[in-house]
T-cell receptor
Framework: GIQVEQSPPDLILQEGANSTLRCNFS?????LQWFHQNPWGQLINLFY???GTKQNGRLSATTVATERYSLLYISSSQTTDSGVYFC???????????FGTGTRLQVFP | NAGVMQNPRHLVRRRGQEARLRCSPM?????VYWYRQLPEEGLKFMVY????????ESGMPKERFSAEFPKEGPSILRIQQVVRGDSAAYFC????????????????FGPGTRLTVL
């Protein structure tokens, strides 16, 4: 099956710093989503981005489908950005999301 | 505009008891997915259902676990004779009808049910 790898596994930042999270996947995908799991365990949709670039406030994401990777950019990080960021992909002819192992982000004041 | 609803949010069971987890999809959504998250791990797919049909149950354990999505009412994930290894967060997601292949098939997740088996 398709493999999803995220890097880095852990990231520690000071408030105001910028960061880039990466998601590599091993096959063509029909769907790619980025999620933020906050410290209370809630899973929040960030982007639905099987290809192209999207921006939402301080967050933006780019997926280069032909090269099988996606990037999540966080600018001017805040303590509320802390949590785990997951990338999840869906192969063609399936309907299930395969999740990466996540990037754990800690932002300190 | 309610999102995906799950209840209960927390469930405690003793070994050998049954656990029933409920999921109501977003309004207008007819596709439901269940995922399990073990402590310190990512989410793993369990089952995909449409109304009255199980479409893909490739991630479901062979024994003790079952799921349904009846014509009326919420989707139910049922775990019989729970064991300590079933302790996990169980998430439900939904997507709109016709969501497969090349159309927008974004999945939206509920808050999860945290099951603890004593």
């Amino acid at each position: 099956g398709i493999q999803v790898e995220q890097s880095p596994p852990d990231l520690i930042l000071q408030e105001g710093a910028n960061s880039t999270l990466r998601c590599n996947f091993s096959d063509s995908v029909n769907n790619l989503q980025w999620f933020h799991q906050n410290p209370w365990g809630q899973l929040i949709n960030l982007f639905y981005i099987p290809s192209g670039t999207k921006q939402n406030g301080r967050l933006s994401a780019t997926t280069v489908a032909t090269e099988r990777y996606s990037l999540l950019y966080i600018s001017s990080s805040q303590t509320t950005d802390s949590g785990v960021y997951f990338c999840a992909v869906e192969s063609y002819n399936t309907d299930k999301l395969i999740f990466g192992t996540g990037t754990r982000l800690q932002v300190f004041p | 505009n309610a999102g995906v609803m799950q209840n209960p949010r927390h469930l405690v069971r003793r070994r050998g008891q049954e656990a029933r987890l409920r999921c109501s999809p977003m309004k207008g959504h007819s596709h439901v997915y269940w995922y399990r998250q073990l402590p310190e791990e990512g989410l793993k797919f369990m089952v995909y259902l449409q109304k009255e049909n199980i479409i893909d149950e490739s991630g479901m354990p062979k024994e003790r676990f079952s799921a349904e999505f009846p014509k009326e009412g919420p989707s139910i994930l049922r775990i019989q004779q729970v064991v300590r290894g079933d302790s996990a967060a169980y998430f439900c997601a939904s997507s709109p009808p016709g969501a497969s292949g090349l159309v927008n098939n974004e999945q939206f997740f509920g808050p999860g049910t945290r099951l603890t088996v004593l």
